[in-house]
């Protein structure tokens, strides 16, 4: 067999799932066996493992190795060979994983685009709003808007999001035009479900004063197309997405409120992908052709 002692330790990571557990078995330590494991993805130009707070778990190319040492000794160095042409050109498959309306309104179109320029790759996307374990789940990268919290991913932002808070004319006219934060205590709200603060709205005025409002809710919903519906229709004020909203903004179907204070946190779009090490070329041209195409 071909493989050196940077095989054999990935081999025992893979099975116990676990650095400290392979050491155990093997006699050794903990940093010896990511050293080697290190030296043995180094030498590949490959990412073996994702390394979670939570996981350990193998890339798609790991899997592949492990399952190919079982073989034979021609079988690992043709797969190793074909793994670093991967390294030169988009192949394999590509797992992705986006919000629902910003993706069927957004996305479509560069990810079809991408599948044109590059046949070698199979695409698999899933738009949804659930919360998704990138490692765990399998997924090549995640597209997500807002403010992301400290998971130990890789994360780059690709743009900024917006939102404004918009009403109906008659809305207006029926609960008044509010002047100030604490205006809007007690008067109807749609709320978005997946909202990070929840029942409450956090701005900023100028001066860089915060506050933060109890809303009342007339309708929670998960749906931005429901969010933009429910205003339209005077159910309630509501927090929208720029880019689903401006236009009937510019219509005069929507007026917006309070617009010298700012919407807190402030959000953007990122693409998260598990590790930069070694960034598999099918990823980085995904990156590189929706960063574009959003700028």
Known sequence: MIYDTGFEMMLEVAKY?????AAHTLGVSGAAVSKQVK????????????????????????????????????????????????????????KINAPMAFGESFLVGPIADYACLYPDVIVDVEFNDERVHLVEEGYDLIIRIGTLE?????????????THLCASPAFLKQHGVPQ????????????????????????????????????????????????????IKGIGFAQLPSVFCHKYIEDGILKTLLPKYTSMPKRGIYIIYPDRRYLPMKVRSFIDLVEKHLS
Do not use: W
């Not at 799932?17 to 557990?21: E, I, L, N």
């Not at 160095?77 to 793994?83: I, M, P, V, W, Y």
């Not at 400290?150 to 917006?162: H, M, Q, V």
């Not at 909202?195 to 919903?221: H, K, M, N, Q």
């Open 180 to 231: 100030k934060p604490g205006d809007l205590r007690g008067i109807p709200a749609v709320i978005y479900t997946k909202s990070s603060t929840g029942p409450l709205l956090e701005l900023r005025d100028p001066r860089g004063v915060e506050y933060t409002v109890p809303l009342t809710p007339a309708i929670f919903t998960n749906s931005i197309a429901m969010l933009l519906e429910s205003a």
């Open 150 to 162: 400290d998971s130990g991913l890789i994360a780059k932002r690709l743009c900024d999001f917006p």
């Open 17 to 21: 799932k676990s650095f400290t557990k």
């Open 39 to 94: 030296s043995l993805e180094h030498r590949l130009g490959l990412v073996l493992f994702h390394r979670t707070t939570r996981t350990v778990s193998l890339t798609e190319a790991g899997n592949q190795i492990v399952e190919a040492l079982s073989r034979s000794n021609d079988e690992v160095s043709g797969l190793l060979e074909k793994l670093a042409e991967r390294q030169e050109r988009p192949s394999g498959k590509l």
